[in-house]
């Protein structure tokens, strides 16, 4: 298996609601990321998780919370969003060990958010 | 400061021409080299990447890059484009060699297209 499967692919929600979205991968890989990215934009890092533990936060606001219950999941949990935060959320993973700086990041098709 | 520069937003080639696709680096130290390539709705793929040794680095999809140390270089090339390789196209960069994770600094991204 060499994908990171993300769910929904799309979601609608409105700014009172919470949701979450959700990532797997079954690569073996232990780091694991979310990305923010606007249309025709760089993604964005929000977090990294290496060893099922929060390693990078990018002062990303606390109506965005991460978890990560083991290694192969990842969900980010949101609630009282903004019209604003509406983008395509992209999970990625990596092998954390070793040579860190080189490893590849395997990207899922991400989750798009509609913030109404 | 660590950065990768895209100096064009739009690339438009002849299928079956040959296509470039440019990327600067600056980062202290030797860098960590990547290209990934996004599809409409999708996540980014990796293409590519230069870690040491051989300054050609050959890819998915037939594509190849140059890394060029005196002009902190790193361009995506294909001898002859196809129109299926239309696509955004991200250069990224990674500094911090040893560590098991590193940010990973997206270039604003080069778009792609290849007509018939």
């Known amino acids: 298996d060499t994908e990171v499967t993300q769910t929904p692919k799309h979601l609608v929600m409105g700014m009172t609601n919470k949701k979450s979205l959700k990532c797997e991968q079954h690569m073996g890989h232990r780091a694991m990321y979310w990305y923010k990215q606007k249309a025709k934009k760089p993604p964005e890092l929000m977090f990294v998780?290496?060893?099922?533990?929060?390693?990078i936060n990018e002062s990303v606001p606390s109506r965005f919370s991460p978890e990560c219950p083991n290694s192969s999941l990842l969900n980010l949990h949101l609630h009282a969003l903004q019209p604003e935060d509406s983008a395509l959320y992209l999970c990625a993973s990596s092998f954390a060990g070793g040579a860190g700086g080189a490893n590849v990041l395997t990207f899922g098709a991400g989750s798009r958010l509609t913030v109404l | 400061a660590q950065s990768v520069a895209q100096p064009e937003d739009q690339v438009n080639v002849a299928e079956g021409n040959p296509l470039t696709v440019k990327c600067t680096y600056s980062?202290?130290?030797?860098?960590?080299l990547f290209w990934y390539v996004q599809y409409p709705n999708r996540g980014l793929q990796f293409l590519l990447k230069y870690i040491t040794g051989d300054n050609l680095v050959k890819g998915s999809y037939g594509f190849e890059a140059e890394f060029n140390k005196s002009q902190t270089s790193f361009h995506l090339k294909k001898p002859s484009a196809l129109v299926s390789d239309s696509a955004l196209y991200f250069c990224a960069v990674r500094h911090d060699r040893g560590s098991t994770l590193g940010r990973l600094y997206f270039g604003r991204g080069t778009q792609l297209t290849v007509w018939p």
């Open positions: 998780y290496s060893y099922e533990k929060l390693s």
């Open positions: 980062v202290s130290g030797n860098p960590y």
